[in-house]
């Protein structure tokens, strides 16, 4: 069975400040990991994903974040938060080995609220 | 390209009353997923279509149904509607190559 977690319901940081939004997994094998973004009353949009390779991964907006699969994690991070950053966030992760369905398993989201 | 679509936006309905979801995504994407919103929950997935004609169940599949005719098309089916139903519904899909899941921009249900 594969899982996330993200531990923080909310994540508040000061405009200009750097941001990091935690996320936790589990799964048998080796790991697809994604971010998404969820702005109000909107859709989840994709932010970045690690799949093999380099365990830094840049996505869209600014947005990186580090797979440590010693520590099974992959927070997602920011340098310098900007206000419209202010959304939800998904982390959700995939085992590589299983069935072909390319099921994903979510965690339960992450508030980020960005301070002017 | 529209990507993926869903509609209605809204909808009240009643208990016990019935109603389709539609989803519909023109990127020819193979894998299509229908999800349900709670508050704080996350996404939990609801069922599955790994192409024309092929349908599973995923976690929380009570009170729903699928079918999928064409690539194109998801519909998710409510048959006697409960307060419980009371959600926000997204449909998504992916070639399945790339993993990236593709959202529609969400069904807001209310049962009452």
């Known amino acids: 069975a594969q899982s996330v977690a993200q531990p923080e319901d909310q994540v508040n940081v000061a405009e200009g400040n750097p941001l990091t939004v935690k996320c936790t997994y589990s799964?048998?094998?080796?790991?697809?990991l994604f971010w998404y973004v969820q702005y109000p009353n909107r859709g989840l949009q994709f932010l970045l994903k690690?799949?093999?390779?380099?365990?830094l991964v840049k996505g869209s907006y600014g947005f990186e974040a580090e797979f440590n699969k010693s520590q099974t994690s992959f927070h997602l991070k920011k340098p310098s938060a900007l206000v419209s950053d202010s959304a939800l966030y998904f982390c959700?992760?995939?085992?590589?080995?299983?069935?072909?369905?390319?099921?994903?398993?979510f965690g339960k989201g992450t508030k980020l609220s960005v301070i002017p | 390209n529209a990507g993926v679509t869903q509609t209605p936006k809204f909808r009240i309905l009643k208990i016990g009353q019935s109603m389709t979801l539609q989803c519909t995504q023109d990127?020819?994407?193979?894998?299509m997923y229908w999800y349900r919103q709670d508050p704080g929950m996350g996404l939990k997935l609801i069922y599955y279509?790994?192409?024309?004609?092929?349908?599973d169940k995923g976690e929380v599949p009570n009170g729903y149904n699928v079918s999928r005719s064409t690539t194109e098309d998801f519909p998710l089916r409510l048959e006697l509607a409960a307060p419980s139903q009371t959600s926000v519904y997204f449909c998504?899909?992916?070639?399945?190559?790339?993993?990236?899941?593709?959202f529609g921009p969400g069904t807001r249900l209310t049962v009452l």
């Open positions: 998504a899909s992916t070639t399945g190559f790339s993993d990236t899941q593709y």
């Open positions: 799964v048998s094998g080796n790991p697809y």
């Open positions: 690690y799949i093999t390779g380099d365990n």
């Open positions: 959700a992760v995939r085992d590589s080995s299983g069935a072909g369905s390319y099921q994903l398993t």
């Open positions: 990127m020819n994407h193979n894998y």
């Open positions: 279509s790994v192409g024309a004609g092929i349908t």
